[in-house]
C-alpha cells in the first residue's frame, strides 16, 4: 500500500474502490434477498435483525454531533437525526422500519426488545457505536461514507424484492424510498468534509481504515444471518427462530 499523500480526488477513488469491493452488496445474502431466494422466515430475519442496526443509528449520530465544533456543522449532522426519529409528527426511519417488519409479518414489539437478535447483529453494531464515539472526528465522519453506495443496493433491493417475492408489496418497502435522496444529500457532505480534513497520510490512512472498519460492520451482520438461516442454519440460543414455512 503507498503511503504517500493523495489529492483529494485521488482520496476519494481510493474510498470508492474500497466500496467496490467491500460493500455488503458483494455478500451472499444480499443475493439470495433480492434474488426471492428466501423463504418468508428468512426475510423476517432480516428485518428484524436490520432493525437493531436501525435504531443505533441516531445513538451513533448523537454521539458525532456532540463533538462537531460549529453550529453550521450541528444543523447539517441533525439533519439525520431527525431522519431516523422523526420530529413528532412525520414518522422517521426507525418508526419506517417497524412498517416493514410488520410488512413481512412480524410484531414490530420482537424487533423493538432486540431480544431475539443475533449476536453477531449485536457486536458490530456496538462495534459501529463504540467507534464512532471514541474514535477521531474524522474517522467518525468517515465511517458513514458507505453511504456512498446505498443508494445503488437499496434500489437492486426494492426492485428485486418486489419482482420476486409476490407477498412483499411497495408500501413494506416504503422506508428505503427517502434513503434514496437522503442518502446522497449525507454522503457529499461527509465526503466533502473528509476531502477538506484528511490533509496528511496518516488521516487519509485513517480515513480509509474507517470505511473499511464499518463495510466489515454491515458485512459480519449479513455472515451472521446467513450462518443462522442460511447455512449451516445454526440458529443461537435465544435467537429468533422462523416458523416452519
Ligand atoms: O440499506 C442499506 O444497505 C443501507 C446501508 C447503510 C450503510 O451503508 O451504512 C445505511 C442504510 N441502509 C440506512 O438506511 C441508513 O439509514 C444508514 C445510516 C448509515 C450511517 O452509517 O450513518 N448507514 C446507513
Known amino acids: 500500500m503507498s503511503m504517500e499523500l493523495l489529492s483529494p480526488e485521488e482520496l476519494e477513488e481510493a474510498l470508492r474502490r474500497i466500496g467496490a469491493e467491500r460493500y455488503h452488496s458483494n455478500h451472499p445474502f ?49 439533519r439525520r437525526i431527525e431522519d431516523h426519529d422523526g420530529d413528532g409528527t412525520r414518522p422517521g426511519g426507525i418508526e419506517r422500519w417497524l412498517k416493514l417488519v410488520e410488512g413481512v409479518g412480524l410484531d414490530p414489539a420482537r424487533a423493538v426488545s432486540t431480544a431475539e437478535i443475533l449476536p453477531e447483529t449485536r457486536f458490530a453494531v456496538d462495534a459501529y457505536v463504540h467507534f ?28 428485486g424484492m ?21 442518502a446522497p444529500r449525507d454522503s457529499d457532505f461527509a465526503l466533502a468534509y473528509v476531502k477538506a480534513h484528511a490533509d496528511a497520510v496518516e488521516k487519509q490512512q485513517a480515513v480509509l481504515a474507517a470505511l473499511r472498519f464499518k463495510c466489515d460492520v454491515l458485512w459480519s451482520q ?24
Not at 428485518?47 to 454531533?65: C, E, T
Not at 461514507?145 to 433491493?157: H, K, V
Not at 449479513?222 to 414455512?245: C, I, K, R, S
Open 30 to 78: 444480499h443475493r439470495l434477498l433480492h434474488d426471492g431466494k428466501l423463504t418468508r422466515g428468512q426475510v423476517q430475519a432480516w428485518a428484524l435483525n436490520r432493525y437493531y442496526y436501525q435504531a443505533q443509528i441516531p445513538v451513533k449520530d448523537a454521539s458525532l454531533l456532540a463533538r462537531l465544533p460549529t453550529a453550521e456543522l450541528r444543523r447539517e449532522w441533525r
Open 132 to 159: 464512532v464515539r471514541d474514535r477521531s472526528l474524522l474517522e467518525a465522519v468517515a465511517s458513514s461514507l458507505t453511504e456512498l453506495f446505498s443508494p445503488t443496493i437499496i434500489a437492486e433491493r426494492v426492485s
Open 162 to 182: 418486489l419482482r420476486n417475492y409476490e407477498w412483499i408489496h411497495e408500501d413494506t418497502l416504503a422506508y428505503f424510498t427517502p434513503r434514496l435522496t437522503q
Open 222 to 245: 449479513l455472515d451472521g444471518l446467513y450462518y443462522a438461516y442460511v447455512a449451516p442454519g445454526f440458529v443461537p440460543p435465544g435467537a429468533f427462530v422462523p416458523e416452519a414455512a
